[in-house]
């Protein structure tokens, strides 16, 4: 490109400074001419819209749908420094050509990592121990839980539903690792190396079930009361990816009867209520949807944005690429 681009934040401006620290901004500005607004409206610069080449858009960017496009004759990428683009790209984006990548690859390691811990957490039964000792009840040593030979039920084989099963394939434990996934063929699992099962199997077998599904029309509730009840007393359920996918009234009915224990990092709705049972329970784990990037970690999804930016200057692929077809698989 003959001419230095245009570029356009599009973003919570009160992130900014976070996702975008000094020495990645002056990268940026390296790179393109970048408008001096963070824009949460287009009403808020229309003529830095309608000049603008790339937007780098992160959360709060506002929708990118045909009107938003009419208004951005020049743009020829979106990329966004967050996880899913589902919730502001439509498909008016790809119909004109547009590409868009997403750092969702840099959000996935912090998110395989937390559910890991939920998953050791779970293993150890420690919510459980941890209400206990605060009741001065130490367990002895023969009413203790370990990991080792658990088996792991995987809801997804989404990128890090994968990075799951790949940590949880080389840790000590020797976990068995069940995997419920539709689109997974059983010579694909074969090289995860994982068990494939139906979903109601993966319920009837696992010691815990992590779920890493899209949240699609078909998946809503995929964890519902039917399959929490083939679950057996003292399993556990971790969600880190979409409220919706769980029933929350019936999760809420099995754990307040104390039959399973729960660690969910997002809720249907989200938040919950402050007077939500859940909230009171000792064998569940509520967290404000903390999984994925947070605090100075947000710099990641920064630079792999600002990396992409300059892979579509030069003219190579976007390692971020998210297609069309992708929307119906993604979260």
Sequence with gaps: M??????????RPDILDLVLPAPLRTRLDALADVHPAVLTRWDDAPAALASADVLLTGWGSPLIDAAALDRAPKLAAVI????????????EVWDRGIAVSSAADANAAPVIEFTLATVWLAARRTLGAAAAYGHGHVPDFAGRHGADGATVGVIGASRIGRGVVARLAAAPAGFRVLLADPY???????????????????????????????????????????????????AAVINTARGRLVD??????????????AYLDVTEPEPLPAGHPLHRLPNVLLTPHIAGCQGTEVRRLGAYAVDEVERWLRGEPLLGAVRAGDLARIA
């Excluded at 003959?2 to 973003?11: G, I, N, Q, W």
């Excluded at 966004?80 to 498909?91: D, E, I, Y």
């Excluded at 009915?253 to 224990?261: I, N, S, V």
């Design 184 to 234: 997974v063929s059983r010579a694909e699992a074969d090289r995860l190396g994982v068990e494939l099962v139906t979903p109601d199997e993966l319920f009837r077998r696992s010691d815990i079930v992590t779920v890493h599904a899209p949240d699609l029309p078909e998946t809503h509730h995929l964890v519902d009361a039917r399959r929490l009840g083939l679950l057996h007393d003292g």
């Design 80 to 91: 966004h420094a967050a996880g899913s683009v589902k919730g502001h790209v439509r498909p």
């Design 2 to 11: 003959a001419e230095r681009p245009k570029l356009v934040l599009a973003m």
């Design 248 to 261: 929350t009234e019936a999760l809420t009915r099995e754990c307040a009867a104390g039959r399973l224990d």
